[in-house]
């Protein structure tokens, strides 16, 4: 059932010295050994700075916040000042038009222009299927690893892939085991031929070949997620640190909630594995946002004694905040109001740094060819997240529907197929679109008879997914042309399912309903697909609105 599983399963977790008298000589893993590791997570192929809400002193402020120039800025002053292992913990792929009109191209180049040493596979890593995989690795000039990935069915892939590698910095060995979430198969189209493996038992097998092997630094770069890092290592022995991802998860101090930010626990998080040895742990957002920076230092026998460090969010200058009406405008650099605003930043990680131009100019010779993506769309009368513009997709699939004469009676959309993106209050442009919407799914006309379709939205009422980051209490699903109400007793159940005609849905009826066809999948009985694209049809939609506001009506009740 495609995106409904996705929704309804539960997460599954599844060296020495030797001395000569008159000439010391040292082997290079028996002395101590200091570098910093940057990293980042999720990235979603987001090449540009990314708006982010922030409130100071009670204000909403808009950030442009990261983007991979910006971020190789802050790279150029850490390597200036020691080695550093750049680590990507997977999700390069897919989240914006990047990834649809240039495919791995864009990302792949990016991160070869800033000099990654080395990646995990993250599940959209996929979403171009193996053949896209290897062909990221064919081009990328850093190794993709995954201990979990077993590929035998996929002969390339298998070639393509490694469960370690080991990088030398100052002489030193270090080793770098990679985990991919096993729900991959559910989440994007690795396709047959692939299998994704118990994370804890390939991670230990892969730990303890690189000890047989003489490295004894070893870092994991899982992704799995913040949430199953922390019982997968209390499993583990011989694994120093974890770079994670998957989770999109923010770690830092009190001053990163204070600003509003949503952070899932301290950076880093400190785990003790299953010989009582202190593990950290450490993630860096999504999407470009933020570079997670971590000095470490080892003694002579490999250990881990010390380390420091978080999670950096560069900014541009441009910082608007809203009014007392609600409008932005944008601060005057060099005021004082701005420079006190930049101070109070600092705490948080945030400050204000240039673009690489080197990079900036890659990433303009990708942007200009689909400029177009910067068009105004419509306005914004008030900010829109997840959940209000999944009920505004809905709306658009049946705005289409109608104009095309596709005799729907109602939408369907999950809330997850938002990927949790949002619409900031104002002028907007298809960029944002893009990405809350990245699929490029062409709509689809479905049958469905009304008992089926009562037991469905039954299945998702008792069944959320962890996936969907939505305030309780918020609807998991999106619906035009049909309400209902949701019975909390145990179980829950779905009551008085009225179309927008005002009649009750008859269980015995077969409807059609409008959604896309990565929803419909394995879901529904398609009985007639269009070439009417996702994206676009919300585009051309907000378009004949001019201003969106929110969805007044109470379509679903009581979930």
């Known amino acids: 059932m495609n995106i409904i599983l996705t929704l309804l399963l539960c997460l599954v977790f599844s060296l ?22 940057a990293f980042v997570g999720d990235t979603h192929s987001h090449l540009d700075p990314v708006e982010t809400l ?30 550093v292992l750049l680590l990507h913990a997977g999700d390069a792929l897919f989240g914006t038009y990047y990834f649809i009109k240039y495919g791995v191209a864009a990302d792949v180049d990016m991160l070869n222009a800033l000099g990654f040493t080395a990646m995990a596979v993250g599940n959209h890593d996929f979403d171009k299927g193996p053949e896209g995989l290897v062909e990221f690795a064919r081009l990328a000039k850093f190794p993709l690893i995954s201990a979990n990935i077993e590929a035998s069915g996929k002969p390339e892939l298998q070639s393509a892939l490694k469960p370690y590698t080991v990088l030398t910095v100052k002489g030193q060995k270090i080793g770098i085991i990679g985990l991919t979430t096993t729900l991959t198969p559910l989440l994007d189209p690795s396709g047959p031929g692939v299998k994704f493996l118990n994370p804890a038992e390939t991670a230990q097998k892969s730990a303890d070949a690189l000890s047989q092997a003489g490295v004894d630094k070893v870092i994991l770069l899982s992704h799995l997620g913040y949430d199953l890092d922390l019982p997968l290592v209390k499993s583990l022995k011989g694994i120093d640190l974890v770079v ?16 509003g930010l949503e952070v899932a626990g301290p950076y880093p998080t ?5 010989e009582g040895r202190d593990v950290p742990i450490v993630h860096a957002w999504e999407y470009s946002r933020a570079l997670g920076v971590f000095n470490v230092k080892f003694d002579d026998q490999g250990r881990l004694i010390s380390y420091q460090g978080s999670a950096i969010i560069p900014i541009g200058d441009d910082i608007k905040q809203a009014g007392p009406g609600g409008q932005y405008a944008n601060l005057k650099v060099g005021s004082a109001e701005y420079d006190a605003l930049l101070t109070s930043l600092k705490p948080a990680g945030i400050e204000v740094y240039p673009e690489d131009k080197a990079i900036g100019k890659l990433r303009d010779t990708f942007y200009q060819p689909i400029s177009f993506i910067g068009d105004k769309v419509a306005v914004a009368e008030v900010t829109l997240n997840e959940r209000d513009l999944a009920f505004l997709v809905a709306d658009a699939l049946m705005w289409r529907a109608k ?22 209050q104002g002028e907007f442009t298809g960029a944002p679109v893009y990405e809350f919407m990245p699929f490029e799914s062409p709509l689809v006309v479905c049958e469905v008879k009304g008992a089926d379709l009562k037991r469905l939205i039954e299945l998702m009422v008792n069944n959320p997914s962890p996936y969907i ?23 829950r159940s779905v009551i008085d399912l009225q179309l927008d005609d005002g009649g009750p849905l ?53 979930w």
Request: charged share 20%.
């Open 270 to 274: 400190v785990i003790k594995d299953s």
């Open 469 to 491: 980051i939505v305030k309780t209490g918020t609807p998991y699903l999106a619906v035009s042309g049909l309400k209902f109400k949701v019975d909390n007793s145990q179980p």
């Open 506 to 558: 008859d269980l015995d009826v077969t409807y059609r309903l409008v959604t896309t066809a990565r929803i419909a999948k394995g879901m529904f009985k398609v009985a007639e697909t269009t070439d009417f694209i996702d994206s676009q049809v919300f585009i051309d939609y907000a378009r004949s609105l001019g201003n969106l506001r929110l969805v007044s009506e109470q379509r679903v009740q009581g």
């Open 244 to 259: 994670g991802g998957h989770s999109h998860s923010l770690l830092g101090p009190g001053a990163m909630k204070e600003l």
């Open 403 to 424: 104009a095309a004469g596709l005799k729907a009676q109602f939408s369907f959309v999950p809330v997850s197929y938002m990927r949790g993106g949002s619409i900031m």
């Open 54 to 83: 922030i409130k100071i002193s009670g204000k909403d402020t808009l950030l442009q916040a990261g983007g991979l120039p910006r971020l190789a800025s802050v790279i150029n002053g850490l390597r200036a000042k020691d080695e």
């Open 16 to 37: 020495g010295a030797c001395a000569a008298p008159a000439a010391p000589a040292i082997q290079p893993d028996a002395v101590g050994l200091s570098f910093t590791i």
